[in-house]
C-alpha cells in the first residue's frame, strides 16, 4: 500500500514497487479449476479449488421418476460473468478522532454496520471505537454490500498514521478489481409427463466465486441462492439440486442483482 499528498504522486510512487513474482499455473474457468475431476488442474488453496459443496435438496423420487417419465431432457447453461458498474466507484475516507477516541469512516456502501465489524475484527479494536458513515452511495447493485479490502486497507492506515487517508477507484481499477458476478454453470435434467408437465429437476450448479470470499456473506450465497432460485415460478414436485463455490484466478464473486436469479444472459448446449 502506497499513501502520498496527493492521488498523482501515488500512481507514481506505486509505479517504482519492485514485485519480485513467482508464477504460477492459473485457473481461468469453473473447468479449468478441475470441477469435472481433472487432478491436474492448478489449485489456488491447499485444500483444493471446491471451497463450498452443499446439497440443497434431494428428493428419494427422482431415479423412478426418472426411469417412467415420457420425456426426459438435458442441457448444459452457462450464465456470462458481469461487473455491476455503479455510477460512482468504490471510495472511502478514514480519520482518527481524537476528542472520541474514534476512528471515523466514510464510505460508500450498502451495509454499514458490516463494514464496521470487518474492520474491527481486521485491525482488532472494539467496534465501538469505529464509527461508519454511508453517504450518498451513487449505486449498488450487491457490489457494496461486502467489505471491501481497500477500506479496511485505509482504515488500517489512517489508525497507524493518525492522519486523514482517502482512497477512490477509477472505472479501470474498477473493471479490474471489484467485485463480480454470476458466472455459473447448470448442469440439468428434467423429466415430463405427456402433457409436458414438469415431474422431477435434478441440477448440478457450479459457481465461479473468483479467489477468495466476500466478507460477511462468503461465497456460499452463489450456489445456495442458485439452487434455491432454479424452479421459480414452476411447480416441481422432485427436486435435487447440487450446489458448488469454485475458486478461479479472477476477482471474488460478490451478490448481485438478485444472486443467482434467472437473467436474460444465458447461453445453452444440448
Not at 471515523?104 to 458490516?114: A, C, F, I, L
Request: contains cysteine; charged residues 25%.
Amino acid at each position: 500500500m502506497v499513501v502520498a499528498d496527493d492521488a498523482y504522486m501515488t500512481e507514481d510512487a506505486a509505479e517504482l514497487v519492485a514485485v519480485d513474482w513467482d508464477p504460477l499455473p492459473a485457473a481461468a474457468s469453473i473447468e479449468a479449476a478441475g470441477a469435472d475431476g481433472n487432478e491436474g488442474a492448478p489449485r489456488l488453496h491447499d485444500h483444493g479449488n471446491c471451497l463450498v459443496d452443499l446439497l440443497m435438496f434431494d428428493d428419494e423420487r427422482l431415479p423412478q421418476i426418472f426411469a417412467a417419465a415420457k420425456t426426459c431432457v438435458s442441457a448444459t447453461f452457462h450464465s456470462a460473468r458481469v461487473a455491476a458498474l455503479p455510477l460512482e466507484a468504490r471510495a472511502c475516507l478514514a480519520e482518527w478522532d481524537d476528542r472520541d477516541d474514534q476512528l471515523v469512516v466514510h464510505v460508500s456502501t450498502q451495509v454499514p454496520h458490516q463494514v464496521r465489524s470487518g474492520i474491527a475484527q481486521a485491525l482488532d479494536i472494539p467496534e465501538r471505537a469505529i464509527r461508519v458513515i454511508a453517504p450518498d452511495v451513487g449505486g449498488g447493485f450487491g457490489l457494496k454490500c461486502v467489505v471491501g479490502r481497500e477500506e479496511v486497507a485505509v482504515a488500517a492506515a489512517a489508525l497507524r498514521l493518525r492522519r486523514p487517508v482517502r482512497w477512490a477507484e477509477d472505472r479501470q481499477e474498477n473493471l479490474t478489481a471489484a467485485f463480480h458476478g454470476h458466472e455459473q454453470r447448470y448442469q440439468v435434467r428434467a423429466a415430463f409427463d405427456q402433457q409436458g408437465r414438469i415431474l422431477g429437476l435434478d441440477a448440478e450448479i457450479d459457481c465461479d466465486t473468483g479467489a477468495y470470499s466476500v466478507f460477511p456473506f462468503t461465497c456460499a450465497v452463489e450456489p445456495l441462492m442458485a439452487a434455491t432460485e432454479l424452479p421459480g415460478v414452476y411447480k416441481v414436485p422432485a427436486y435435487r439440486a447440487r450446489g458448488r463455490a469454485i475458486a478461479t484466478n479472477k476477482a471474488p464473486a460478490a451478490p448481485y442483482r438478485g444472486v443467482s436469479g434467472r437473467r436474460s444472459c444465458w447461453s445453452w448446449s444440448g
